[in-house]
């Protein structure tokens, strides 16, 4: 029977989000325990494989989720196109797993989104899953937790243009450069985004490290319209400029907006409204504390305003301001769904089409990462909370699996060597080893 202090031992976070330490998360008690295998974010479908290829273990990770929140019940929340995939899933179900078969929008993966499709329960403004007796994990994490050893891979999908889309399980540490190459860019000159196209961030370099909660690379053709309006949102004077010239207050943006249809206090209209009115820097001000609901999905700006422009990226400037300020949004959120909300869904069919994403279609099917890399930088902070300290020293020798960094008793992750190796480096960041076969034991006490 594993325990909290064996996730926390092996290392588990979150692969699907911010990397938040795993055991905590299981320690709460919930009545509802529901698996988020929405994958929402368009093109990308590692979690669908992993369901495909490592069922049991997913399940075995699953009945050891339930077992630590004490959940009477768990609900597996996956999307219903996925016909074959769910038939597959039913027939290894426990009778207290269902499988809930969401139809296809963004954000179908929102937690909170994601916990009023599948239970009707409102998560309120601020508050966490567990204020409504629910914990969610993600098929990864799940996965992680059934295989019972530390974290010393991680799963992504590799698409866009590329010649083999392809979702993959790496080492690790091992560079984007050397991932995306398995999958053969189709142009000489591109951009890259971690993550998806809704959500994710542009890539400033390609020799960073793949991460435990690494979820996907896309490879989008240099000046694809994606890449630059995330470039846009880059820049906060950017944000403001073109917020303050041409917002004509429509609203479309808050009609739309997942949160606000929930009956969070967010509206980005009047995040844009009061960019109207300021010099266009972003400070904390409390009149602007609705803000702080916002889930940073991206779907005003990429779908809903029909003047081109970036209310998401002034609400979540906007928050960053508030959070570093450490203020409160004081008003009494609804915290009600809006009794339209299911025909303001956010149709996957519109998304592709209108980012211009259908040319990119693909599945490419579940593959692991060729022999061994050369060398991994693990960094020492893959997680929500404090940085692990290296427990190696320069010159060991380490097999995969071996514990080189500990967060001792603060929050956060142990680190784990992706592959057998030399520490060749330690850095205030991250530890750099080089693949090489180990020494007979008596060798390494001698080294
Ligand atoms: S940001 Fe766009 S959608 Fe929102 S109010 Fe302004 S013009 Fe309308
Ligand atoms: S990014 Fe926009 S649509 Fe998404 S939650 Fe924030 S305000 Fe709402």
Known sequence: MIKATDIKEWGIVG????????????????EIFI????????????????L??????????????????????????????????IKHLQAHCPPEVAIFALRNFYPAGDEITLIYETTGRVVGAGELPISQQVVVQNVETILNIG?????????????GAVAHPMSLEVPIGVSFREVIALAQPTCEDYTVMIGGPMMGKLCEDLDTPVVKNTGGLLVFPK???????????????RVAKIGKAACDQCSMCSEL?????LGHPVKPHLAMRGLLFSDGSFTADEQQAHTLSCCECNLCTLMACPEGLLPSQSCILNKRALIREKKRFTGTPENQAHPLIAYRRMPMERVMARLDLN?????????????????????????IGAPATPVVRQGDFVAAGTKIATVGDQLGAEIHAPINGNIQAISKTSILITHCQLPEPKQAEDA
């Open 257 to 261: 907006c997942p949160r606000s249809l």
């Open 52 to 85: 495909f290829h490592h069922t049991a273990q997913f399940f075995q990770g699953l009945a050891h989720c339930i077992r630590l929140t004490r959940a009477k019940r768990a609900i597996i929340g996956i999307k219903g196109k996925y016909k074959e995939l």
């Open 223 to 237: 000046g694809h319209q994606l890449t630059a309006i995330h470039q846009d949102m880059l820049d906060p004077g």
């Open 147 to 159: 295989r019972e050893r530390p974290v010393t891979t991680s799963f992504l999908t590799v698409g």
């Open 15 to 30: 692969a699907g989000g911010a990397g938040f330490p795993t055991y905590v998360k299981l320690g709460a008690e919930a």
């Open 359 to 383: 040319r990119f279609r693909n599945s490419g099917p579940l593959t692991t990462f060729p022999g061994t890399p050369h060398q991994v930088t693990v960094l020492l902070q893959q997680h």
């Open 35 to 50: 698996v988020n295998a929405a994958e929402c974010e368009p093109l990308l479908h590692k979690d669908k494989e992993i």
